[in-house]
Nanobody, 121 residues
Framework: QVQLVESGGGLVQAGGSLRLSCAASKNIVSINTMNWYRQAPGKQRELVATITRGGSTNYADSVKGRFTISRDNAKNTVYLQMNSLKPEDTAVYSC???????????????WGQGTQVTVSS
């Protein structure tokens, strides 16, 4: 089975920065589009950032200019650099990706377990 493991969450003051990582486990053949989502208490899950295998990116309006998504295909890892954090960025952040493994014939969607980001005012 494929596992996506997030790390890098934590508590930070407003204006601070955090860098999230999402590492895919072994048996990976290729990783296509990868996404970062977030969900705050009582709110719907929000797509924060997307990166294609070729490196094209897209961001939610709420994070444009502050967050940067990147990937290292050699390490099967995706990152989310979060700068100028605001209290409203507080949420559980999860990565998700379409991944082809040696175990299946077609790419499938996989999710990480999520990491908490808390921004204090």
């Amino acid at each position: 089975q494929v596992q996506l493991v997030e790390s890098g969450g934590g508590l930070v003051q407003a204006g601070g920065s955090l860098r999230l990582s999402c590492a895919a486990s072994k048996n990976i053949v290729s990783i296509n589009t990868m996404n970062w989502y977030r969900q705050a208490p009582g709110k719907q899950r929000e797509l924060v950032a997307t990166i294609t295998r070729g490196g094209s990116t897209n961001y939610a309006d709420s994070v444009k200019g502050r967050f940067t998504i990147s990937r290292d295909n050699a390490k099967n890892t995706v990152y989310l650099q979060m700068n100028s954090l605001k209290p409203e960025d507080t949420a559980v952040y999860s990565c998700a990706g379409v991944i082809l493994t040696i175990l299946t014939a077609l790419p499938e969607q996989y999710w990480g377990q999520g990491t908490q980001v808390t921004v204090s005012s």
